[in-house]
């Protein structure tokens, strides 16, 4: 007979796999797949706590409590049978009976000790590779001229906005009242079919911040990074994120961030914030804002600032202050709003602070994915949606940097309309800056007039699918 210990970790190991291939099913809709894991393997205690607590609604939870129940019963039931004393026919149908329906479920739900085994590999040897590459990768970039002229470079990254959600792009309610003012002016420029390289911050971001895209064949380890590139050129780099920095796995976008000369964590851990001792989860873009109060951009020198905000990163009550909810607070998409707005507010005191330094030239701000909040999603691949996919792209520039380049910004002008995924944010920034690493091409600069903005060539989730725009869409 089988020991009873033993048999309850037999089934464990048997029943593990379809409860959770079909938990995720029931409450994210999507099947499991290696980017599951990828992105479990990447989160951090406090951000996969919000996701679980967003996915789970309290109408949800006796769903939830099912699963686990017949889960238990199934264990006990097995194990029980399994350490019956002698071979009876029972014993012995209930058991093929138990093992043929397991394995049906198991092949149902593919193989997810596979999935697992996969991902983990996939990303720690993709992540050893990527680090262990940048000693060549910037032995290809010494002799880039450092003598341009200076200037402050600003690229704020956004978290899960979704362009149809704010008013300078036309949504309904005045969620971005401070972009659809300025956005009118001849500092800014508002970009009208910008669309996210991957629903996911990780895999969008780098490409975002590499000379990775989809239209072009790079490997990960062969991609100049933004960082590497700026500092090759001169660049004094800074890096502020407001979002966490551990996962099980430190992240490729950790790599890149640790390549600036000065790198700040605000909530490394999430849980906890710099400085402080209470832990929580409500961490709000204001920090960022006091925090690069703080940093000191000198005058007569090239600088690249890069901003990580939190935006509207699940769960968005926890995005702005208790007394701010211009729209209430009744509905999922009441908050999403909220903390749209508030993103607004942030962007402009960013703006506010950067465009009173010496030698400001641009500041470009654009969001990782969108959020398919109106599907009752949040952005996941595995459940992917067009609106995961539709980002703002906003760049804002001093009148000296627009005088100096006149062409520049009068092609960028031309370009409002024209199709981006911001795989090409690399190339933009570049641009902007004057840099020319000669790894990116024309065709894929959108401040070139060589840009080609035919739309059907557009991608998204790493070149699996095309672009649909929301007017064709949903
Ligand atoms: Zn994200």
Known sequence: MLARPFALLAALLLF?????????????????????MQAILQTNPAEALQYVRDAVPPARVPLLLFLLAAFA?????????????????????ASLSLLCGALLLALSSYNIYGIVAIGTARIFSAQQAFVASAPQRLTRLQGLPQDGPPGLYVLVIGESANRLHMSAYGYARDTTPWLRQIQRTPDCLLFQHAYANFVATLPALSYALTAQNQYEETDAEDATTLIEAAKAAGFHTVYLSNQGKLGLYSTPLVAIASECDEAVWLHPQQFLSKGREEKSLHIEDSDLVSALQGIETAPGSRTLLVLHLMGSHNTYENRYPEDFHPFGSETLIDRYDNSIAYTDAILQQIYDDVRQRPDFACLVYFSDHGEAVDEGYMHNGDAYRPSMTYIPLV??????????????????????????????????????????????????????PAYDATPARFRTEHGAELIVPPDAGD
């Open 16 to 36: 593990l796999p379809p409860l959770i291939f079909w938990g995720y099913y029931a409450f994210a809709h999507a099947c499991f797949s290696t980017d599951t």
């Open 73 to 93: 019963l199934l264990l006990v039931w097995y194990s029980r049978i399994a350490a019956l004393p002698a071979p009876t026919l029972k014993r012995g149908g």
């Open 395 to 448: 760049l804002l520039a001093s009148d000296t940097y627009r005088a100096r380049s006149a062409a520049k910004w009068q092609t960028l002008a031309a370009h409002r309309d024209a199709y981006f995924t911001n795989d090409l944010i690399y190339d933009l920034m570049l641009s902007l800056m004057d840099i020319d690493t000669g790894d990116t091409r024309p065709e894929n600069d959108i401040a070139s």
